[in-house]
């Protein structure tokens, strides 16, 4: 019996002031074990913060809530954190991870120069991950790289491995790879890694897998790139995976309930966005040719939830669904009710007329529904429609009321500076919110940026060569009329500040830790 595993790491990078874990590397595994393949799954990014001691736990979270003393424990851990990279000559924050000094991680010169420099994960490398690799001696190492700022903890660990004398497949993938394939086409990453493995990665794991065990060539598997003999980089080809062949994550592994805060477990109903149509967001791309997979069956969501209460004793759940589907969730809402299931969940919405509904409010309330995210962006109607948002006519005010009545707190997204949209437009949005408080728990405020992958014919995106690994560009307008980039900047920075002043809770990073969860 073959006994060869596959090893799956998330490096250090992602933010730490999540409840839970990032959901790529579990899906993968929850595929590979469904099909029989082995595998070890580690999340490195919160087990290097364990191994210092950073954390906040969850009963500090339960108790009431005080803004000053939130942000005496959370600076504490930043200044704590300070100190540490401090030690390498960099900084380390809690939510976007760490950097050297003088390192611009959109930079690949960068990325390759300094991922030969210790970093605070070093000894964790060192004295976690390498005794672990030498022992089980797995057949493919894949790092997933869901954020820009894991490039430089991956390539790190890569090099202590091929140092190490590792000479098994090493792969990366996830969401900054797939937007990158084409820059990541590069000889000194090559020299290091074997194979590039964007979009749906878990049939092209399974079939490298499967290949090498039977000593079967590699080159016909889709999605993947490589480098022949003649120094050629060769992509494959584009194939979604199935929809009978979509599976639940497991979290074997993980450190499952060690989270920061109140503790959940993510699961996703559906691969991509339904939608797909706003004109600011890259995400359909990530996901390949269409940008949407499809719908999970909502009965496997009900036995994850299930089973995850029975292993874990874990009873919150996170939809990271882009948009969840109002038709699923009633499905699935019916089925946790049926199931006389005590959990509670929160997820991603649109303003779309199914979701101002009494009779689909009141089910999704009972089913466990705590809380909504949704991209409001800007109040006003002509703005909406600028963006592409669906149904850009509604009274937003209607909605916030009826997710009030049924109990359901509600996070919005606030975007100032999208082009055909004004200062006015921004100010009126605050007021909005500011003026209707009692029906908003968190927001955040931010400003456009031209994502890699999008198209928005209003602006010229700043696109500097030696920035690569970019997936956000600075732009210039085309209309004078429309706010340049430093000031859409300078806007947003502004009407947060106004939004701290008055509601600091709704953008405090403990006080979201207990949103959803405590009422």
């Known amino acids: ?166 000479t098994g497949i090493i792969v990366i993938g996830g969401n900054t790879v797939s937007r990158l394939k084409e820059e990541m086409q590069l000889d000194w990453i090559f020299d290091l890694i074997d194979y590039v493995i964007v979009n749906q990665g878990e049939e092209s794991l399974r079939l490298m897998y499967e290949s090498l065990i039977r000593y079967e060539p590699i080159d016909t598997i889709p999605n993947i790139i490589y480098r022949n003999a003649q120094g050629d980089y060769i992509y494959t080809s584009y194939k979604k995976i199935d929809r009978k062949d979509l599976t639940c994550p497991d979290f074997t592994g993980y450190p499952v309930g060690e989270y920061w805060g109140i503790n959940y477990l993510p699961i996703i109903s559906a691969r991509g966005c339904y939608y797909g149509k706003c004109e600011f967001c890259p995400i359909p791309f990530a996901w390949g040719n269409g940008g949407f997979v499809g719908y999970d069956d909502p009965k496997k969501i009900l036995n994850f939830f299930i089973e995850s209460i029975d292993r874990y004793n874990i009873h919150n759940f996170s939809f990271v669904d882009e948009a969840m589907s109002i038709g699923k969730l009633r499905q699935l809402a019916n089925l946790i009710i049926e199931n006389n299931l005590k959990i509670q969940f929160d997820g991603y919405a649109m303003f779309e007329k199914s979701w101002n509904s009494k009779e689909n409010l009141a089910l999704f309330q009972k089913a466990g529904l705590k809380k909504l995210h949704i991209g409001l962006e800007t109040i006003g109607h002509a703005g909406r429609k600028t963006m592409k948002k669906s149904n850009n006519n509604i009274d937003i005010l209607d909605y916030l009321k009826l997710f009030k009545k049924y109990g359901i707190k509600v996070h919005l997204f606030i975007m100032v500076g999208f082009p055909g949209t004004s200062i006015e437009d921004a100010l009126e949005t605050i007021e909005f919110v500011l003026g209707h408080r009692d029906l908003v728990e968190t927001i955040d405020v931010s400003n456009f940026v031209y994502a890699k992958h999008t198209t928005v014919s209003a602006v010229s995106p700043s696109i500097e060569q030696e920035n690569d690994f970019s997936l956000d560009y600075s732009y210039e307008v085309k209309n004078e009329n429309d706010l340049t980039f430093s000031d859409a900047l300078v806007l947003a920075r502004s009407l947060e500040s106004v939004v701290i002043q008055k509601e600091p809770q709704w953008t405090n990073p403990i006080y979201r830790m207990r949103s959803t969860w405590v009422d």
């Open 1 to 166: 019996m073959n006994t060869k595993k596959i090893l799956l790491l998330h490096p250090p990078g992602w933010s730490l002031n999540y409840g839970g874990p990032h959901l790529g590397i579990p899906i993968i595994q929850g595929y590979l074990k469904a099909n029989n393949i082995p595998c070890i799954a580690k999340d490195m990014n919160i087990e290097t913060a364990i191994s210092y001691n950073f954390h906040i736990d969850q009963s500090y979270i339960k108790k009431p809530f005080d803004s000053v003393d939130a942000d005496k424990k959370y600076f504490n851990l930043v200044r704590e954190m300070k100190k540490v990279a401090d030690l390498y000559d960099g900084d380390w924050k809690i939510k976007s991870g760490f950097s050297f000094s003088g390192c611009n991680l959109s930079s690949p010169e960068h990325i390759r120069s300094f991922s030969k420099n210790r970093s605070p994960f070093t000894d964790y490398y060192e004295n976690e991950i390498l005794p672990l690799i030498q022992e089980e001696k797995p057949l493919i190492v894949g790092f997933s790289i869901t954020v820009p700022s894991q490039l430089l903890s991956t390539f790190e660990l890569i090099r202590i491995l091929r140092k190490s004398n590792y």
